[in-house]
């Protein structure tokens, strides 16, 4: 199969840990990334005491506590619908907290854990209970007052302004309180928070929400690799909480969704009901998963480097594969995949490659959804969604000459690139005549059939060509030289994954101990490479230690 490489540069990957780390957050928390619990992918706005209690007491005493778990987290929902109305001070909802904030904070801490909370860098939170900003001190001094060790600040219903200074503002009033108390961006990858956040938080969202499905894992964990440099002690990249056990991904697809946060160093937050974790089959291997002391022992490595992919092989069928992501990548010559037809009849934008089209995944017209090719659906009689809307583009012309702005039907969102020089495309709204963040939403249409983002006209819109079949890494920092290796099967059949010592930046007669991390079995001394099956959507980790 093809094969395509990926430089490794491990000495550079430490080098630029430690420049994040100089920036951090100076609360001395986040050593390594968080691990705990949140009640929001489970539990949504029906959250109260009673859960919270019982979570706080499943994660002290059935093993997830002594695996690591610390953190128990509530997230919206939580606070009354309006502030008191002598002091100005956020309530909790008497229905749901009817002992208060600090009774529960205080049992929490009675159990060895630690209590988080959740509020919004804006006039109102997601769920429209109301928010922090222009009340960032007085919020800080009632979260402190609590017991708070955990804050989780979101980034809805704002002023319009970028999150950086109102995210700013609350670290300092968090700081100002003497209190520690992890903060945690939640602004949905929003400003290039690679570039900004280290300063001011102790992890950032680097993506919108995830679902519990394969592709929106799969999906969150791309987008997050774009701000790898930035991650380091005291500082990670979140592409957001963990989906294990919730039900519709399988435990093959759960496992490979844990592994590869625990590569990438990301937040281990559990979403789902820990309540129930040793109660069923389905629980107990979820229970397996969150416990896997030797695949967690890479996330909470002290050297503090997140994984990268650094090999990629294609699958058998990917080149016809007709689901497959939209990215901006250099153009290349005479490559189909990056050449498409525009029926003027339907509005369907069809792939030269794989005869998909263009479409939003999903039917909700939410921003920063994923964009894929897919199965054409607008002719056909069992439609995705309600007249295939997802599947059809306008190509709106602006002020600016032959520059064009691709409009969808679902709800007018216009196609736009994530950050300038990010492969990564998704809808938002229309900034036509806005200044701000209008740039990206322009797009040059050649007669070649190629379609080129504005900023960067040797650049096209295609299909994402990576390999479904990956070799990631990571340094360790014991013993000295050795790493682990996470081989990836996006694909949907099982295949053979080779990781070359090439591709692992390793010297080539260079002999390792092999430790599967999963199994907790040695498997040998290697050379040159190492090979093994991988099941379809399953992953294996490796530690490779060197032999001395």
Not at 180 to 202: C, H, K, M, R, Y
Not at 230 to 239: C, F
Not at 278 to 306: R, W, Y
Request: charged share 15%; proline share 5%.
């Amino acid at each position: 199969p093809a094969f395509y490489q990926h430089q490794a540069f491990v000495c550079v990957s430490v080098l630029l840990s430690f420049v994040s780390y100089a920036l951090s957050l100076p609360n001395g928390l986040g050593a390594t990334p968080q691990m705990g619990w949140n009640s929001w992918n489970k539990f949504g706005c029906h959250v109260n005491e009673t859960i919270l209690r019982m979570t706080a007491h499943a994660i002290a005493t059935d093993g997830l506590k002594d695996a690591g778990y610390m953190y128990v987290n509530l997230d919206d929902c939580w606070a009354a619908m309006d502030r008191d109305n002598v002091t100005g001070s956020l309530l909790p909802d008497p229905v749901a907290f009817p002992s208060g904030m600090k009774a529960l904070a205080d049992y929490i801490h009675s159990l060895g854990l630690k209590f988080g909370i959740y509020s919004d860098a804006g006039y109102k939170t997601c769920a429209g209970r109301p928010g922090s900003l222009g009340h960032e001190a007085q919020d800080a001094m009632t979260f402190a007052s609590w017991g708070v060790d955990y804050l989780k600040y979101d980034n809805c219903n704002t002023d319009g302004t970028p999150p950086q200074p109102r995210d700013t503002k609350m670290r300092d009033s968090i700081l100002s309180t003497g209190r520690p108390i992890f903060f945690s961006l939640a602004e949905q990858g929003t400003d290039d928070p690679g570039a900004w956040a280290p300063d001011v938080a102790n992890s950032w969202r680097t993506t919108g929400d995830i679902e519990d499905t394969w592709t929106s894992m799969i999906n969150r964990l791309d987008q997050n690799q774009y701000f790898a440099s930035s991650a380091a002690p005291y500082g990670w990249n979140d592409p957001d909480m963990l989906e294990v056990g919730n039900g519709v991904m399988s435990d093959t697809e759960y496992l490979a969704h844990f592994v590869m946060w625990c590569m990438v160093k990301a937040p281990l937050i559990i979403g789902c009901d820990v309540i129930t974790t040793n109660m069923t089959s389905a629980a107990a291997a979820t229970f397996k998963i969150l416990t896997a002391s030797e695949i967690i022992a890479v996330s909470q490595d002290s050297l503090g480097v997140q994984g990268r992919l650094v090999a990629s092989y294609l699958s058998p069928t990917q080149s016809t594969n007709n689901e497959t992501r939209a990215v901006v990548a250099d153009c290349e010559p005479n490559s189909r995949h990056q050449i498409w037809h525009y029926n003027v009849t339907d509005g369907s934008l069809v792939n030269n490659m794989t005869g998909g089209c263009l479409e939003i995944w999903g039917c909700e017209p939410w921003n920063m959804e994923l964009v894929y090719t897919g199965l054409c659906m607008i002719h056909h009689p069992l439609l995705s969604c309600p007249g295939a809307r997802n599947q059809v583009w306008s190509f709106n012309k602006t002020n600016d000459g032959d520059n064009v702005m691709l409009t969808n039907r679902l709800a007018d969102k216009c196609l736009e690139v994530i950050e300038p020089g990010s492969p990564y495309v998704q809808p938002y709204d229309c900034n036509d005549g806005d200044a701000f963040n209008y740039n990206n939403q322009l797009w040059q249409v050649r007669d070649d059939g190629t379609i080129r983002p504005f900023q960067n006209g040797s650049r096209c819109l295609g299909l994402d060509m990576t390999g479904e079949l990956q070799v990631w890494t990571v340094p360790l920092a014991s013993p000295t030289g050795s790493l682990a290796v996470a081989l990836l099967n996006r694909s949907a059949a099982k295949a053979s994954i080779h990781a070359s010592w090439h591709a692992l930046g390793l010297h080539q007669d260079a002999k390792y101990y092999v430790r599967d991390l999963w199994l907790q079995e040695d498997m040998g001394v290697f050379s040159d490479q190492y090979a093994t099956s991988v099941a379809s959507h399953g992953v294996t980790i490796l530690k490779f230690t060197p032999v001395i």
